[in-house]
């Protein structure tokens, strides 16, 4: 992970946006969509208009390509190949959905984003970091998460979770059929990611019950954007 360079700083990756961008990454079963649709709540409250979306996916080009990914149907071009996938869905997402809302003024709260492309492509499968880092900046170019909530938990327990809330007709996704070996590798390459980019990254312990979450997780978006005076350490745990 070191080799990478980071994403960039929690403000300023485009000073000419008046929006706000943020990312919630972890693993499997972590509770990504429940917490993104508490915290569109939240801030709706505020009076700020928060977009929900999720990668892959978020566009129509994207939703296609989400679908080649999560079925498996890419698996056979491996991690580099599915790596490049991502990152093409990534842009059209951007460029349809994310940066105009960003532009208008509205915040983007996203399920999963590139941190997930250098965990799960980089970290576990292996795709040398600089080429995931050359992916992410042409990708992004410049459109950086302003901050980003890493959702933290044994993949054991995050994994039993998402089998319990899969419908019984829905077979698991392409990554969550991987051993726990691979689980527990993607776990800590999240908690390294985050190591490394403390102004970006926020852990908040997941295992916690859910509105003990949403709790933690406004804390730290309170603080962020709405009262920076509040320090927030790297790891927010919830008792």
Known sequence: MSAEPPLGP???QDKGRPGKFITLEGGEG??????????QERLAQ??????ATREPGGSPHAEVLREALLGGK?????????????SAARIDHLDRLIKPALARGAWVICDRFADSTRAYQGARGGVDPRLIA???????????????IILDLPPEIGLERAHRRRAPDVAADRFEREGLE???????????????????CCVVDALAPEQEVAEAIWHVVEARFFRPEIVIPLKSVVA
């Open 46 to 51: 505020r009076g700020v208009e928060a977009i």
């Open 182 to 200: 691979f689980h527990r590798g993607l776990r800590q390459a999240y908690l390294d990611i985050a190591a490394s980019e403390p102004g970006r």
């Open 30 to 39: 972590a509770g990504k969509s429940t917490q993104m649709r508490r915290l």
């Open 10 to 12: 929690a403000r300023g």
């Open 74 to 86: 890419a698996a056979s071009l491996g991690p580099l190949g599915e790596a490049i996938l991502f």
């Open 134 to 148: 050359l992916l992410e900046r042409v990708a992004l170019m410049g459109s950086a998460p302003d901050l980003t």
